[in-house]
């Protein structure tokens, strides 16, 4: 019996991170299939989400695993977060 192994993903790094903030605020067409498939959220799967997700940055250019999408996403809603909080203290 043969072993498999899993392929090891390279990490995440900034340079990643960057990118896909990037494309997200830049790319109208990436924006207009989010906001429509958000529109579909009540009648998907988290599963059906993040496969009809992955196919919209796939087309807008970035390849991305499942995995890396939530980390991704986790990533830059801290940042968001994080800024909402530095303006606050400026204000």
Known sequence: MKWFRK???APLHFED??????VLDT???LQEGMT????QFPRLTEESYTR???KLFRKAGLELSA???K???????GT???LLRKEREDE
Request: aromatic content about 6%.
């Open 7 to 9: 392929k090891k993903k």
């Open 17 to 22: 991170a960057a990118r896909f903030n990037w």
């Open 27 to 29: 790319n109208q067409e």
């Open 36 to 39: 429509r498939l958000a529109e």
């Open 52 to 54: 009809k997700a992955l």
């Open 67 to 69: 995995e890396d999408l």
């Open 71 to 77: 980390m991704l996403l986790a990533l830059r809603r």
């Open 80 to 82: 968001d977060q994080m």
